[in-house]
């Protein structure tokens, strides 16, 4: 077999495979950047005004991931206020909708806003807000 043909056909076999894996890598690279963030600052003093809590949590009863967040801070002995988002209490109904996000759970702490329950990442968050002794 001629030499030059097997290095043409290495050479177009390399350069398919790196096309392949260069657009996969673009793939998820763009899924990656527009994937929307878990956490945005937002002002959430509203949210707080006649509790003494230091998390507020929007949550439905039927919702697992809620189920599992009511579970991690129960474990971990943190306080917080859980509102139902499904019982049309005008108050809760307002103060969802100014998050501006259709989730749940949605986990309000001071300064933050936390979609969906991430164990992790809201550890990561309790850390931040509570004082370093």
């Given at each position: 077999?001629?030499?030059?043909?097997?290095?043409?056909?290495?050479?177009?076999?390399?350069?398919?495979?790196?096309?392949?894996?260069?657009?996969?890598?673009?793939?998820?690279?763009?899924?990656w950047?527009?994937?929307?963030?878990?956490?945005?600052?937002?002002?959430?003093?509203?949210?707080?005004?006649?509790?003494?809590?230091?998390?507020?949590?929007?949550?439905?009863?039927?919702?697992?991931?809620?189920?599992?967040?009511?579970?991690?801070?129960?474990?971990?002995?943190?306080?917080?206020?859980?509102r139902?988002?499904?019982?049309?209490?005008?108050?809760?109904?307002?103060?969802?909708?100014?998050?501006?996000?259709?989730?749940?759970?949605?986990?309000?702490?001071?300064?933050?806003?936390?979609?969906?329950?991430?164990?992790?990442?809201?550890?990561?968050?309790?850390?931040?807000?509570?004082?370093?002794?």
């Amino acid at each position: 077999m001629n030499t030059k043909l097997i290095k043409e056909f290495l050479l177009y076999f390399l350069i398919l495979i790196a096309a392949i894996f260069s657009g996969y890598g673009v793939k998820q690279a763009y899924a990656w950047y527009n994937t929307p963030s878990k956490v945005f600052e937002k002002n959430t003093d509203a949210h707080f005004l006649g509790t003494d809590k230091k998390i507020v949590i929007y949550t439905t009863q039927w919702c697992p991931y809620c189920k599992q967040l009511r579970a991690y801070l129960n474990r971990e002995k943190i306080a917080y206020e859980d509102r139902d988002i499904e019982i049309h209490d005008e108050k809760i109904d307002r103060l969802y909708a100014s998050i501006n996000k259709e989730a749940i759970p949605v986990i309000v702490l001071k300064g933050k806003v936390l979609i969906g329950f991430d164990e992790k990442l809201l550890g990561s968050e309790l850390n931040e807000l509570s004082p370093q002794n």
